[in-house]
């Protein structure tokens, strides 16, 4: 049993219902006790420290003790190509994704890419990912035996394309769909370990392809499905010219029956009334990247719009296409573009999007996200006062929010003093 002990900061509901502040509650001397890789108890650090004498005591201080984060939308293989220069979507996945992506059918280089994935985000406080993996079945096995190997709760899945890419990055509908069945019962339910079916986007599957991961989907209805829709124009208008019987770039997916509870959809940026409306009610959910979105220059998520018409939202580094393996760059970037959205997102909310918020966009709202008695033990402790500049910040501070704020915006990996995977300490 380890007694961690810190600040701690506990959501008991969503900040996006009622003042953001109250959703949580805040323990100034606060403490996690850690027992069997899950969450024994939380509480005040005394009470917990006169309660567990024998527990194993592990000081944190004034850090603040936090779940992991919890990034739902990344490209592992895209790690050594993120802040690639000067283009927009299609040119940006031509030009530099489809050449490194085309590497990973070479188990070492892509175990040695998901190593240096982990190694980054683990120390950025990530504890769980949803990663597209390549075409390629070793660049999954890489994936998932790089965060096996760390005790990681991650998430992803064999990228299926089967047109409008480079040769050597092409499957067909039925490989994409007997490999994913495979990578799929390979992986999916062992250690922390879930698949996620991966069409890329509508652009590169032909309908047959579509067809066979929907049908893969509808037997395999417990695994989540995870896609890319409405991120730039330019894509938008490939995907009516390719889908010309497709009323939007939604029903491309609905036909096929890849729309649905589980279905985490990438970006919708550009979405239309009706797209919206059918979102809501095949309860899908949305993935926000902020970073991505500006980097790659793709426009504004109507954060506001959305919340208002009950989204589930989760928020993601999209790296390669996002410029940064932290979350807290990401809740900054979210941010910025709630202010240029007319918006200010409350600390309290950008938190709850990073931990609880994703996790419930993954169905593990029950098990991760949260420090709470039962949950798994992915906990992070943030220091508040991690540079010289948002230390002088922070010294200001008259309330937690205000204490957490200046590390949300300026803050990096420099302020993740330890992380806890399922009880491990990794950092
Ligand atoms: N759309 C299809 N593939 C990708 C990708 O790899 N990154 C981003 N940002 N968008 C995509
Ligand atoms: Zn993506």
């Not at 299609?90 to 030009?95: E, K, R």
């Not at 926000?288 to 220059?297: A, L, R, V």
């Not at 008259?398 to 990794?426: C, H, N, Y």
Request: proline share 4%.
């Amino acid at each position: 049993m380890e007694l961690i002990l810190g600040q701690v900061l506990q959501f008991t509901n969503t900040p996006f219902d009622g003042r953001p502040e109250d959703a949580a509650t805040h323990i100034r001397h606060g403490a996690v006790l850690v027992h069997d890789g899950t969450i024994a108890d939380v509480g005040d650090a005394d009470t917990l420290r006169a309660q567990y004498p024998t527990a194993q005591v592990t000081d944190m201080r004034d850090a603040l003790l936090s779940p992991g984060f919890v990034d739902t939308h990344v490209h592992y293989p895209q790690t050594a190509i993120i802040a690639s220069w000067g283009k927009r979507l299609i040119d940006w996945l031509n030009s530099y994704t489809f050449p490194e992506e085309s590497r990973f059918g070479d188990a070492d280089h892509a175990t040695q890419i998901a190593e240096t994935y982990f190694d980054l985000v683990t120390a950025a406080g990530t504890t769980t990912t949803v990663s597209y993996c390549t075409i390629h079945p070793e660049s999954v096995d890489a994936y998932f035996t790089a965060a096996q190997k760390r005790g990681l709760r991650v998430l992803g899945g064999k990228t299926c394309m089967d047109r409008n890419a480079p040769d050597n990055l092409r499957d067909t509908a039925q490989s994409a769909y007997d490999d994913s069945k495979m990578l799929l019962d390979r992986w999916h339910g062992q250690d922390r370990l879930s698949y996620v079916i991966t069409p890329r986007f509508a652009p590169t599957s032909t309908p047959e392809q579509l067809e066979a991961l929907g049908a893969l989907w509808a037997e395999h209805p417990d695994v989540l499905m995870q896609t890319h829709i409405s991120e730039q124009h330019e894509e938008i208008a490939w995907v009516a010219d390719l889908f010309p019987d497709a009323e939007d770039y939604l029903y491309v997916y609905e036909q096929f029956g890849l729309v649905g509870k589980g279905a985490l959809l990438g970006h919708a940026i550009h979405l239309t009334e009706r797209e919206r409306d059918r979102i809501r009610e095949l309860d899908a959910s949305l993935i926000h990247c902020p970073t991505s979105n500006m980097f790659i220059g793709s426009g504004l998520f109507d954060m506001q719009g959305l919340v208002a018409q009950g989204h589930r939202i989760g928020l993601a580094t999209d790296t390669g296409g996002g410029s940064s393996f932290s979350m807290l760059r990401t809740m900054a970037a979210a941010y910025e573009v709630g202010q240029l959205s007319g918006k200010a997102l409350h600390p309290a909310q950008l938190w709850w999007l990073a931990t609880a918020g994703s996790a419930q966009t993954i169905h593990m709202g029950d098990r991760i996200g949260r420090l709470a008695k039962g949950y798994e033990a992915d906990i992070i402790a943030v220091d508040l006062k991690s540079t010289p500049a948002i230390a002088q910040r922070t010294d200001r501070a008259a309330t937690i929010w205000e204490a957490l704020f200046p590390t949300i915006m300026m803050g990096d990996d420099r302020a993740i003093s330890a992380v806890w995977a399922g009880g491990q300490k990794i950092k």
